[in-house]
């Protein structure tokens, strides 16, 4: 069965600290991964989105990777903001022209 | 990015109405778009995948009757919540595929229907 599994569930951090969210994925065939990030109350805005052959693909604060062997991914955040506070989630396409498939998300609150 | 809109952001109405949901491409054309649905703490659930000019693609599960979607142009396809009821409750999500290389899609803001 075709599953996108996201650790933590939920994660608290200081403001300024660094944090890393963890994305398993059993989805095969493979196309593409992506990491959105989801306010509250808000549609979810595209971070990042990763091929079969891209291990790293940054945007600002925000890195993500991508080991497609193992079935791995992960986003790195650096110094975080208050902003920052939203729900990350990670997103796997399978063979192309197939439904999204959604992780649950990791709640991610930073205070000062 | 593209920009997708939705209009309304929020809406409340008594059991027993329709709710028409409008989600709008504006800087782009798109001939897939899709409606999602999300309860508290959950993550996106497909409900169906419209399509300009024919019928919509609805997941197992979704009444395709009580919830009519439209796609009359390439910007604009609609969500109709028909004889709406509490458990109709939630945020419900559009977005509208690029087509391209990664199949971009992009997420309109949301509508939080509320059923009284």
């Known amino acids: 069965k075709n599953q996108v599994e996201q650790s933590p569930q939920s994660l608290i951090i200081l403001e300024g600290k660094n944090c890393t969210l963890q994305?398993?994925?059993?989805?095969?065939?493979?196309?593409?991964l992506r990491w959105y990030k989801q306010d509250t109350g808000r549609g979810p805005v595209s971070l990042t989105i990763m091929t079969f052959s891209e291990n790293t693909k940054s945007n600002g604060r925000y890195t993500a990777t991508l080991d497609a062997d193992t079935k791995q991914s992960s986003l790195h955040i650096t110094a975080s903001q208050l902003s920052d506070s939203a729900s990350y989630i990670c997103v796997v396409r399978g063979q192309a022209g197939t439904a999204l498939i959604f992780g649950k998300g990791t709640t991610l609150s930073v205070s000062s | 990015g593209a920009v997708v809109s939705q209009h309304p952001s929020r809406v409340i109405c008594k059991s027993g109405t329709s709710v028409k949901i409008e989600c709008r491409s504006l800087?782009?054309?798109?001939?897939?778009m899709f409606w999602y649905r999300q309860f508290p703490k959950q993550s996106l659930m497909l409900m169906a995948t419209s399509n300009e000019g024919s019928k919509a693609t609805y997941e197992q599960g979704v009444e395709k009757d009580k919830f009519l979607i439209n796609h009359a142009s390439l910007t604009l396809s609609t969500l109709t919540v028909t004889s709406a009821h509490p458990e109709d409750s939630s945020f419900y999500i559009c977005s509208a595929r690029i087509v391209t290389s990664t199949d971009e899609q992009f997420f309109g803001p949301g509508t939080r229907l509320t059923v009284l």
């Open positions: 800087d782009f054309q798109a001939t897939t």
């Open positions: 994305c398993n994925y059993t989805v095969s065939p493979f196309s593409n």
